[in-house]
């Protein structure tokens, strides 16, 4: 049988009718073209599927088969029409976003959120990387979009702020540089370091950075968390570096000292990196506006 979505839809809107000719109208059809296509389908069958009366039609057994079997079948194309549109106006699928370290625990969390419940079937895949492997990846085609410190070279990529949070020197209460307002990384790297855990981005960042200096890092201990590295800081065990935001969320409760670092990778935005505005899915365009980006002319 060689039956179309548009033959069962005419079979259905006849049957649903009781004739012919309603059906055809229904169908927008001339009488004569939906007659003729209804006996193609019955000879394509090789049996009646309808039992045509003076006043109109009635299914056979086999023509009742046909009409369950075509509803389940327009139900399901319109079930298919409206995934795909989902997907196309970025409702639906998953979203794969590159993020550094500050974006991923400060910024996203309370800007994400309302966006994605108002998305319920679409799944986001957040990846932490540093600032500088992000525009590497966006730059390569690995990542739609990515939030990244605009301390790095993003050249050629269009780069929109969306936050301040430069990272801070975080102190014990009766350090020496407690009173200090600002100072250079390279002023610190003798002293005792709280660090993040081997792995995180931002630590590798600020490593990389020491090693620039002709130093290495020497954590005296290693934290899983920002939180962890504050509350030991707060107790005298060393000095660390935390966004500005990790820092005003957790001051007062520990007690540390935050001072500003001079160093230009330091005094950092986070910012919506990308190629092509145009070339970005429905749903990275959406969630980037949501973020604070803007669309811009490729």
């Given at each position: 049988m060689r039956m179309d979505l548009a033959d069962l839809r005419l079979f259905l809107l006849v049957v649903d009718a009781g004739t012919i000719t309603a059906g055809a109208s229904r169908a927008h059809l001339a009488l004569a073209s939906a007659s003729e296509r209804l006996r193609t389908m019955e000879r394509e069958a090789g049996l009646a599927l309808l039992v045509r009366h003076p006043r109109g039609v009635t299914t056979t057994e086999a023509g009742e088969a046909l009409a369950h079997h075509a509803r389940l079948m327009l139900r399901q194309q319109s079930l298919l029409r409206e995934e795909l549109q989902e997907f196309a106006s970025g409702a639906r699928g998953t979203l794969h976003l590159y993020a550094n370290t500050g974006a991923l625990t400060t910024f996203l969390p309370g800007r994400l959120a309302p966006w994605m419940a108002a998305r319920p079937r679409l799944q986001v895949d957040l990846?932490?990387?540093?600032?500088v492997e992000i525009v590497r990846a966006v730059r390569g085609g690995q990542a739609e979009a990515g939030i990244t410190s605009n301390a790095v070279d993003s050249t050629p990529l269009h780069l929109q702020p969306v936050a301040d949070d430069p990272l801070m020197l975080i102190v014990p209460?009766?350090?020496?540089?407690?009173h200090r307002a600002s100072l250079s990384f390279v002023d610190v790297l003798g002293e005792d370091f709280v660090a993040?855990?081997?792995?995180?981005a931002l630590q590798e960042h600020i490593e990389d950075h020491a090693r620039a200096l002709g130093r290495v890092l020497s954590p005296r201990i290693r934290m899983k968390t920002f939180e962890g590295v504050c509350e030991m800081v707060g107790h005298g065990i060393g000095v660390g570096i935390a966004p500005r935001s990790i820092c005003r969320?957790?001051?007062?409760?520990?007690?540390?000292?935050?001072?500003?670092l001079d160093d230009a990778w330091a005094r950092r935005q986070l910012s919506l990196c990308f190629v092509r505005w145009n070339g970005l899915s429905r749903s990275m365009q959406s969630l980037l506006l949501h973020l604070g980006g803007h669309a811009v002319d490729d």
């Open positions: 990846k932490e990387r540093t600032s209460p009766a350090h020496r540089f407690a993040l855990a081997d792995g995180n969320q957790h001051r007062r409760r520990y007690g540390f000292h935050a001072i500003a």
